[in-house]
């Protein structure tokens, strides 16, 4: 080649990347700059958490509440986080055991004409639209999980009517399903396992399959056997790779938009119970950002809200990211 | 090769809607959206000329379109706040607001649990501020209140809020559905649920039960429907509490294709499609 388009290529490419750090940059500075103006005191930061009111029996209390239209516009951000991690934790311990177990099985165990099959099924999962698994959530998961919790809940009721039970002996457990609406946290939070699954097993399977095969075979040299070697040898070898692709998932899991509007039901509740419905982040922009009119404060809130998403996804990934550079260095 | 670029790049433009003459583009109420789809494909079966183009999103996303200048007409299920007409009116334009139709604001249970036969003004109201929390402190089996409701971008909500609520707060619990589809098939499948939205969309069903609003205490509970059908002096006379307007809304001055647009939806043929989506017809026609 001649050197004009050596230099043609080199530089094009330097190009590409540099593009791709302007972008990630200026999308931040654009989400940033709109959602700054929605401060105009510097009292204002406490609107975002939450505001006096006064209740139906007349007492005053410190509500934390999201109601953006109106003429008072409430815009508590608490709820919403809680609404995020309320789906984003339960879907990423899941992902974590099934996705992890998926990259075992695929790793040490299956044979070559079934891993032929499987690695292709999972690369499929991961290709189907996340509205669709928000639509299978919405209309099947829900219904399924409701099967079995509505019976539960008629059940506590009836008997809270008629004496047998009273109000404070009430479990936790029991206290959740009395309190459980069809569409919930935990529908959603099984929708985006779902989403983040693929993600999970292929990271964690080439972590995995990293792990050189001398201490595999160190391992059962010493007399150790096959789940032995597996589960003390070669998955702590891996766990910086492994915990890696945990925490990857959660940050995708933070970001997922269409299944939590379809299938949580997004109602602004903080709460603990992944049978009760939450708000996400992700659900109050798409849901609300089409109708506020630019330039207002609400408008300028839900850029904020974005912002805080983008903050915390951030740290989550670069959380994963300095336990990847660590464990090059740690191993060997 | 290169007059087939040319070519094939001014199609691609020609096909970009809505700033063309003979096109119209229409954003808003998911409450008017199939009515709306209806007019438009009988108006473009007289008119094949005019390239109407309805899309739903809420009627706060279509005031918010008409703000941005981004849809030529709007449709709304609630009138258009102050501070909205104020936007309007800064970018020098008017606002130019047409009734085309009336609905009545369906408040619907479960069909097969029925928890309450009738419901007043007031118990609407504490039910979905949150004051009342259970089915047996409105005369019904006991048993918790699952509150359904529209998204903030939603004309229905709005009206449901300025209306019944007088302005307070919706409780933190009622759970957003994107459209009234989805709220029938929520209540539909929910023994607790209570939910509303244009009785258009409940009408036919027979999995949710309408209830009877009565307006006041001591005074009888009104349903709009009849059977399965909308009894429509019942809304035109405002006897059944919860009766609204339905608008299109224009920023300035109507263009001839869209004069020619509305008069077809305010002619009696236009109004006979409403009574056949079961939408009630403007009063006088």
């Known amino acids: ?332 | 090769m290169n007059r087939t670029k040319l070519f094939a790049g001014l199609f691609a433009l020609a096909m970009i809607p809505s700033a063309h003459a003979g096109q119209i583009a229409i954003k808003g109420s998911d409450t008017m959206v199939i009515l709306s789809q209806k007019w438009a494909e009988t108006f473009m079966k007289l008119n094949p000329a005019t390239k109407i183009s309805i899309t739903g999103g809420g009627t706060g996303t279509g005031i918010a379109a008409l703000i941005n200048n981004t849809t030529n007409l709007a449709n709304a299920s609630r009138q258009v706040a102050p501070a909205e007409r104020a936007q309007i009116q800064k970018g020098g334009k008017k606002l130019l607001e047409i009734p085309v139709a009336m609905d009545a604001l369906a408040v619907v249970v479960n069909g097969k649990s029925a928890p309450v036969k009738a419901l007043t003004m007031q118990m609407l109201m504490g039910i979905y501020t949150g004051q009342i929390n259970d089915w047996k402190e409105v005369g019904g089996r006991p048993g918790r209140i699952v509150r359904y409701c529209r998204e903030s971008n939603s004309g229905t909500y709005e009206y449901f809020k300025e209306h019944v609520l007088m302005k307070k707060d919706y409780a933190p619990d009622c759970q957003g559905l994107p459209g009234t589809a989805a709220v029938a098939e929520a209540v539909s499948k929910d023994g607790r649920g209570i939910g509303y939205g244009g009785v258009a969309y409940f009408g036919k069903r027979s999995d949710v039960r309408v209830v009877p609003i009565s307006p006041g205490p001591g005074k009888q509970a009104v349903s709009p429907l009849q059977g399965t059908k909308v009894v429509f002096p019942l809304i035109w006379k405002r006897v059944y509490p919860i009766s609204r307007f339905l608008y299109m809304y224009k920023a300035g001055a109507l263009t001839p294709e869209e004069q020619k647009f509305v008069n077809y939806v305010k002619s009696p043929a236009g109004q006979k499609i409403v009574v056949d989506t079961e939408y009630i017809p403007l009063p006088g026609k």
Not at chain 1, 23 to 39: C, N, R, S
Not at chain 1, 235 to 242: L, S
């Open chain 1, 1 to 332: 080649m001649d050197l004009f388009s050596e230099r043609f290529f080199e530089n094009g490419v330097k190009v590409c990347g540099f593009a791709v750090l302007a972008l990630l940059v200026l999308i931040f500075l654009f989400v940033a700059k709109e959602g700054l103006g929605a401060f105009g005191k510097v009292g204002d930061i406490y609107r975002f958490w939450g505001h006096w009111d006064t209740n139906w029996e007349g007492k005053k209390e410190y509500l934390h509440s999201w109601q953006s239209t109106g003429d008072v516009p409430k815009l508590s951000f608490l709820p919403l986080i809680s609404g995020t991690f309320m789906v984003a934790v339960p879907a990423a311990i899941f992902a974590a055991l099934l996705g992890t177990g998926v990259a075992i099985f695929l790793s040490e165990i299956a044979p070559r004409a079934v891993r032929e099959v499987m690695k292709p099924a999972l690369e499929m999962l991961a290709s189907i639209p996340s509205v669709v698994i928000g639509f299978f959530c919405m209309v099947v998961l829900a219904g399924l999980l409701w099967n079995s919790v509505e019976p539960m809940q008629t059940h506590i009721g009836d008997a809270l009517f008629d004496g047998s039970l009273k109000e404070a002996n009430l479990s936790l457990y029991q206290k959740w399903i009395y309190d459980a609406t069809r569409f919930n946290a935990l529908v959603g939070a099984l929708g985006v396992t779902i989403v983040i699954l693929p993600l999970v097993a292929s990271l964690s399977e080439e972590a995995l399959r990293a792990v050189p095969q001398e201490l595999r075979h160190a391992s059962y040299a010493l007399g150790a056997g096959r789940w032995q070697t597996i589960l003390f040898v070669v998955v702590p070898a891996a766990i910086r790779g492994v915990g890696r692709s945990w925490l990857l998932g959660l940050g995708r899991g933070l970001g997922e938009t269409m299944i939590v509007v379809m299938a949580t039901g997004n109602a602004a509740v903080i709460t603990l119970n992944p049978f009760q419905s939450v708000r996400t982040m992700t659900a109050t922009i798409a849901a609300e950002l089409g109708a506020v009119d630019q330039g207002g404060l609400v408008y300028h809130t839900l850029f904020l809200v974005g912002c805080g998403l983008f903050i915390i996804t951030f740290f989550v990934n670069f959380g994963a990211q300095k336990l990847l550079r660590k464990g090059m260095g740690a191993q060997r």
